[in-house]
């Protein structure tokens, strides 16, 4: 994305259940090819109104894919080669917080990264990076769904802190207190490092976090029934929907750069000396730090 964007781009990562929002036009399903390796699935391509979307389904469709064997890099490089310039993250987690009931929707600004069986740079080794992880998320993003949740009367939290375990196992039940006494909203299983390479790949990023039970800490999680946390998951597939049906084209609206240098990440994040750089690297990059690379 350069300086005077022409336009953007909204991509969605999520379920099934998010991208087949009424209106959709003129959609296509299409392989984007990565040097990091095979991204979830193809990506659809599609137009709501004069908004252009690009969905990637996070494990599959079908869902044949594990938390940690999600090709995060290659998902985000997709995105970024597809024209992406704004990405809505959606996913299903469990609450850490009595007054976060099943339902409830929390705009996650903050994260906490507990995963460690995962690729968590498009950098290294001939070419060193460090991007500010300070703030997360673009603020201009979450502005934006919370005015959209606000008009459709969904219940939602603007802020929060999502926990980022490996998985596939769910926490212990010490686990659970350990991530509430540090002060943690959500827990979930994908948000991290998907953040981290949107960052890095100067692309606005926001995740949408849907409470689909408590976590194993409450009283009542034993008491959950797998068809109350499908019943939960449809309505809250639903409310998403919406949701992003909604806020596509006012994210897409704006034109200009990105007020909080989501889009100019790497300014000053490249450590490397130029003759120093791995050009094997440079060229897996282009997509991702064309931008400052190739100028």
Known sequence: MTESADKRVVGIIGGSGVYDIEGLEDTRWEAVESPFGAPSDELLFGRLGETE???????GRGHPIPPSGINFRANIDA?????????????????????LPPGTFVLVDQYIDRTFAREKSFFGQGLVA??????????????????????????????????????????????????????CDVIGMTAM??????????????????????????????????????????????????????AA???????????????????????????????ALIARLDAVAGRVLMR
């Open 53 to 59: 979307l690009v969905f990637l389904p996070r494990h």
């Open 79 to 99: 995105m970024k080669r597809a024209g992406v310039t704004d990405i809505v993250s959606v996913g299903a987690v469990g609450s850490l917080k009595e007054n």
């Open 130 to 183: 460090h991007v500010s992880m300070a703030d997360p998320a673009c603020l201009r993003l979450l502005d934006i769904l919370a005015g959209v949740l606000d008009l459709q009367g969904v219940p939602y939290q603007a802020g929060g802190t999502y926990l980022a375990m490996e998985g596939p196992q769910f926490s212990t039940r010490a686990e659970s207190e350990l991530y509430r006494s540090w002060g």
């Open 193 to 246: 490092p998907e953040a981290k390479l949107a960052r890095e790949a100067e692309l606005c990023y926001a995740g949408v976090s849907m409470v689909t039970d408590f976590d194993c800490w409450h009283d009542d999680h034993d008491a959950v029934t797998v068809d109350a946390i499908i019943a939960t998951l449809l309505a809250n597939a639903d409310k998403g929907r919406a949701l992003m049906k909604e």
């Open 249 to 279: 084209p006012l994210i897409a609206a704006r034109q200009d750069i990105c007020p909080h240098g989501c889009d100019r990440a790497l300014d000053n994040a490249l450590i490397t000396a130029p003759d120093a750089r791995d050009p």
